[in-house]
């Protein structure tokens, strides 16, 4: 059977794409070590007085003797709680695990220069886990569109040494 060349081109092109988008999962889950954002559980929007969100911030928990933190963030026109204003503080070389949730609309917190990114839907919970090894000052952005100030949605993370951690800003 004839192949005309500019079929094969085409053949062998789209197989070379094809080949090309398979690696650039297999890479961003090995070499870039991109994730996917885990587990989310709906939770009602409007009754989130109801649960940790209604107290947002940093909370310790000890489990099996290891220390862990839990971060609950309310992401909101145009605001993060905590972040804005006052910083997300964190220790260093700790489990740190974040749960997001918006109350309005779709916000996005991205933790500038890391991999960590996530979408925040109200009506879910994203939810990462980390563990930052540098004791530095990450910036916070919001990358979905969410209204006027936009633009202006931003918060600051604080990685600290795991000796300087002030337990006195956590939320009980
Ligand atoms: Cu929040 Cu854009």
């Given at each position: 059977m004839h192949i005309h060349k500019l079929e094969?081109?085409?053949?062998?092109?789209?197989?070379?794409?094809?080949?090309?988008?398979?690696?650039?999962?297999?890479?961003?889950?090995?070499?870039?070590?991109?994730?996917?954002?885990?587990e989310q559980k709906p939770v009602d929007p409007a009754k989130l007085g109801e649960t940790p969100?209604?107290?947002?911030?940093?909370?310790?928990?000890?489990?099996?003797?290891?220390?862990?933190?839990?971060?609950?963030?309310?992401?909101?026109?145009?605001?993060?709680?905590?972040?804005?204003?006052?910083?997300?503080?964190?220790?260093?070389?700790?489990?740190?695990?974040?749960?997001?949730?918006?109350?309005?609309?779709?916000?996005?917190?991205?933790?500038?220069?890391?991999?960590?990114?996530?979408?925040?839907?109200?009506?879910?919970?994203?939810?990462?886990?980390?563990?930052?090894?540098?004791?530095?000052?990450?910036?916070?952005?919001?990358?979905?569109?969410?209204?006027?100030?936009?633009?202006?949605?931003?918060?600051?993370?604080?990685?600290?040494?795991?000796?300087?951690?002030?337990?006195?800003?956590?939320?009980?």
């Open positions: 094969k081109f085409w053949i062998g092109l789209s197989l070379f794409l094809i080949a090309g988008f398979i690696a650039s999962v297999i890479v961003g889950f090995t070499v870039l070590d991109l994730r996917v954002i885990g969100f209604g107290n947002p911030g940093v909370r310790k928990v000890v489990e099996n003797g290891e220390t862990t933190y839990k971060v609950y963030v309310l992401a909101r026109q145009f605001l993060y709680q905590p972040g804005t204003g006052t910083p997300i503080t964190v220790p260093t070389d700790t489990k740190v695990t974040f749960y997001l949730t918006s109350p309005d609309v779709m916000h996005g917190f991205e933790v500038v220069g890391t991999n960590l990114n996530t979408m925040v839907i109200p009506g879910q919970v994203a939810k990462f886990t980390t563990v930052f090894h540098e004791a530095k000052t990450y910036g916070i952005l919001c990358n979905e569109y969410c209204g006027a100030a936009h633009h202006a949605m931003e918060g600051q993370l604080k990685v600290v040494p795991k000796s300087q951690f002030d337990e006195k800003n956590l939320v009980q």
